[in-house]
């Protein structure tokens, strides 16, 4: 771990941010009730200390004095974090105090501070400060930073529309920042221009003042994001070509050197300096010709510069780091002067390696008590002028293969977990075993209690990294917490408790999206023969020209990949004949483009690339179209079709039934009918993938998209769980689970079949007639509902049926009651089902 966590802060390109995401102490109880602050409180018993996410003492959370009004932004929550630190991701809670207290956050606001003085206020790439928070008093939300913050002080600042109770309890993730680098004075970036077009080099994400100069902040060039060989593309989306770099031209500089000074935090005993450069020699743009450094550890400036000239390389265009070493030189400051090799010089991301960042082996969270943590020990070097990248993919390695050690050996106390939760719910009659698909799992029914409890995983808990889950989706983890109460041995409890139930969310691999606030990281589940007879041939798909695409909101993100919803001109074009858009031509389309990083590895992108072969040849009225790709060049990106209303479920919560009660409300309405003619869309959609044999895993209205006249299109903008190779997948395919919908054999057996599908399409159907205005078993509890699962099983009409819908005839409840009989085979086709939709129509 210690390895991982020095490498985090000298990769790049999203290793940073990837790696970097450790919980730094609210909840874990590092972080000092000292160091927790706030502008006011209720009550002593809901003073800054309890804004602890997770924690339950005193009233349960931090809760200002006052009600948050809107546009007034006097309370905050401040955290002292010692000592500056790389913050990726924050978590946001409200107030549950065990079901009394109801008051959370919609959304807030942060700042920070790297020296208690100076707040700066964050903002995202696109320029926005106001982050959404909770919705509930108990979930947490999770939000990556895109930039990330480096700081020691942190503020959240809870917004609301109108005027509203709050309180809060937070958590910030990430890593320390050991570059010590507290900010760059350095010229503005400039413009160039490139075949006609503009290309622009600011620093965009730079949190210090900009006039002529940069000055007092920090920004690109140390947000952990390297630049890509060819400087008009980038990692992030949708942004200005040059947006990784910060350049400029020799035209400006008549000395013929670029000036930057850095400034520390204390001084320190330098060894490099790593300097990334773009190299596309072709653009007239190289890395510098040579470096002249000088130092200031005291007041004054030492007299004699350091000097380093790096090989010019007109023959290998990537961009790279150059590394300078510092030479053992003492400063709290340096200013360098960048010569110009050719007309243009261009900079992604610059660090430096000094003494503290040679620590001691113990990967050190803020400690207890004791003042700034860091700066002991500096017993353990690191050589690492030359192997730093080696290193980096060495570790980069390790973790990949602790992170799956950590999986399988999860999977198997997940599975024993459904397996004595299982076996509980079966009656002790019952001697019959079941062999199941997972050869890891074989069940028998009198297996006497095989608890060896995993102790391997006891390890490392506080620093497991953690990705973000909706609401909709069961997280194993936290099922495994309430599992428990099956058990009737304590000592079955207490195994069952070891490692998991530390509170943090405990997610390493899994692929999540989430799709307006619904995760989801399913794709369609391809039996092999099918997948042999669909691949094969080249990709039927074209490719479509990236700069047509304009962004307009994320609809979710996974590890690998992210869901953008965008518009797309002159998509026409690119449409078969046989495919009909509804929209006059030249009209911009609005498109979900899937993503995946330019990280990912060849798994991901193999996989991504099987996927869009199995898309481009389902063609379907009722399905999800997959429109073009970008795959000359990176991020791929698949474009499937979306529709303007959006998914069925946010579309009937903001609908009512015709009646009395509308007319009164004046409220939008959806007749009978049109819920039978999109229920009946979905049969039809789901009888040409059960056609196929594809098993689509999570059907419900959160998947179905809703267009003009009440069309629907299934969709599935998971980022292809399943593709990720056999093994993988299947330990994967446990991570989310949306086990409202799902049948008694996808929850304790594993099998996903079509007669699952049509299980889900029942619960589908379901949320179709009551308007989506609730989750189905809205009134049991996670564990309830997987105790209902086992009564399924046994079959002894204990089993609790959602009821009948007020809207829905006798004839369509009895589909929907077919759909959920513990016999697959009894269950309907889906032909069955849409046939007996349009008949009930009638
Ligand atoms: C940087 O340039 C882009 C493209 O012109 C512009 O949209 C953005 O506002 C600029 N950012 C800053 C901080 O100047
Ligand atoms: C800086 O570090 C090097 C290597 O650890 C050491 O030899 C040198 O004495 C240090 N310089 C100062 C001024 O402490
Ligand atoms: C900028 O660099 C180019 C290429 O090295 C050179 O030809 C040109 O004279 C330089 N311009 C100035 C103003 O120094
Ligand atoms: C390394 O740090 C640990 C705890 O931070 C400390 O107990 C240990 O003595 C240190 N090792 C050395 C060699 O200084």
Redesign the pocket.
């Known amino acids: 771990m210690s390895m991982l966590y020095i490498v985090s802060l000298t990769g790049c390109s999203y290793l940073s941010a990837c790696v970097c995401r450790y919980p730094l102490g609210m909840s874990g109880g590092q972080i000092q009730d000292e160091d927790i602050s706030a502008s006011s409180q209720w009550s002593e018993s809901t003073a800054a200390r309890y804004g602890r996410l997770d924690f339950e003492e005193g009233d349960g959370a931090w809760c200002p004095e006052r009600t948050v009004e809107p546009d007034s932004l006097k309370e905050f929550l401040q955290i002292d974090l010692r000592s500056l630190h790389f913050i990726t991701l924050v978590g946001t809670q409200g107030r549950h105090a065990g079901g009394i207290g109801n008051e959370f956050a919609q959304m807030y606001k942060i700042k920070y501070s790297r020296d208690g003085s100076r707040w700066i206020s964050w903002r995202n790439r696109q ?1 926005e400060q106001v982050i959404e928070g909770n919705r509930n008093a108990y979930d947490i939300m999770l939000k990556d930073l895109e930039p990330p913050i480096i700081a020691r002080f942190v503020r959240f600042m809870p917004v609301s529309d109108h005027s509203m109770n709050v309180c809060m309890r937070v958590e910030l993730y990430g890593c320390e920042w050991l570059d010590g680098l507290v900010s760059y004075n350095a010229p503005a970036g400039e ?1 160039m221009s490139l075949e006609g077009q ?1 290309v ?1 080099f ?5 949190d210090g003042a ?1 006039i002529y100069s940069m000055t007092e902040g920090l920004g690109q060039l140390t947000d952990g994001m390297c630049g890509l060989d060819d400087f008009t593309h980038s990692h992030v989306y949708n942004v ?1 070509p040059g947006y990784d770099y910060v350049g400029w031209t020799n035209e400006s500089f008549p000395n013929g050197y670029v000036e930057i000074m850095f400034e520390f935090d204390r001084t320190r005993n330098f060894t490099t300096m790593k300097v990334h450069c773009n190299n596309m020699f072709t653009r007239h743009i190289k890395a510098f010709r040579q470096v002249v450094c000088y130092f200031r550890s005291e007041a004054d400036w030492e007299a004699t510069p350091l000097s380093f000239s790096p090989v010019v390389d007109d023959v290998n265009p990537s961009a790279r780091f150059i590394t300078v070493s510092l030479a053992n030189h003492m400063a709290s400051a340096m200013k360098c002067h960048f010569y110009f090799a050719d007309t243009w010089m261009m900079f992604s991301e610059i660090t430096f390696q000094s003494d503290t960042a040679m620590y001691n082996t113990t990967l050190a969270p803020p400690k207890t008590g004791s003042g700034p943590p860091t700066r002991d020990d500096p017993t353990h070097k690191i050589d690492d002028s030359n192997t730093r990248i080696l290193i980096g993919c060495l570790v980069a390695i390790i973790f990949i293969l602790v992170a799956i050690i950590v999986i399988i050996l999860w999977r198997q106390v997940w599975q024993k977990m459904l397996e004595k939760a299982s076996r509980r719910m079966l009656d002790d009659e019952l001697t019959a075993s079941l062999s199941l698909q997972s050869e890891t799992f074989a069940y028998s029914h009198n297996n006497p209690s095989s608890s060896s409890a995993p102790s391997e995983q006891e390890s490392s808990s506080t620093y497991e990294r953690i990705f973000p889950l909706g609401p909709d989706y069961q997280e194993p983890s936290r099922l495994i917490r309430k599992l428990p109460e099956f058990s009737h041995s304590s000592e079955e409890a207490g195994d069952m408790k070891s490692p998991y139930c530390d509170g943090v969310p405990h997610y390493a691999e899994a692929d999540i999206v989430n799709l307006q606030g619904v995760t989801g990281g399913n794709t369609y589940a391809v039996p092999a023969l099918t997948m042999d007879l669909l691949s094969g041939k080249d990709v039927a798909v074209e490719e479509f020209p990236r700069k047509l695409l304009t962004f307009k909101e994320k609809l979710g993100e996974g590890q690998f990949g992210e869901v953008h919803l965008c518009e797309a001109e002159g998509m026409q074009e690119f449409m078969d004949e046989d495919f009909s858009f509804d929209i006059s031509d030249n009209q911009p389309v609005l498109v979900a483009v899937k993503m995946l990083r330019a990280d990912a590895n060849k798994n991901a992108r193999n996989d991504f690339l099987k996927e869009i072969k199995i898309m481009s040849r389902l063609k379907d009225p009722n399905i999800i179209r997959l429109l073009a790709v970008c795959i000359c060049s990176d991020p791929l990106c698949m474009i499937t079709e979306y529709m303007e209303n959006g998914d069925l479920n946010q579309f009937l919560s903001r609908h009512e039934p015709e009646g009395q009660l509308a007319l009164i409300s004046n409220a939008p309405t959806v007749s009978y009918s049109n819920l039978c003619y999109m229920a009946t869309q979905i049969a039809s959609g789901m009888r040409y993938l059960s056609s196929l044999n594809f098993v689509h895993r999570d059907l419900a209205t959160r998947n179905c998209l809703v267009g003009k006249n009440y069309t629907i299109k299934i969709a599935d903008f998971g980022m292809s769980r399943n593709l990720y190779s056999g093994d993988y997948y299947r330990i994967q395919g446990r991570a989310v689970l949306p086990i409202r919908w799902m049948s008694w054999e996808s929850i304790l057996l594993g099998k996903f079949t079509t007669a699952s599908d049509v299980w889900a399409f029942g619960v589908t159907l379901w949320e179709t007639l009551t308007f989506c205005n609730e989750q189905p078993y809205s009134q049991l509890t996670d564990e309830q509902v997987i105790e209902n699962t086992g009564e399924f099983f046994r079959d002894q009409k204990r089993q609790v049926y959602l009821p009948q819908p007020v809207l829905c005839p006798d004839s369509v409840y009895k589909i929907m009651l077919n759909c959920w009989r513990r016999n697959t085979k009894e269950r309907p086709s889906f032909q069955e089902i849409h046939r007996a939709l349009l008949e009930s129509q009638t």
């Open positions: 320029g413009q503009p622009h600011n620093d965009s994400v730079y900009v200005w």
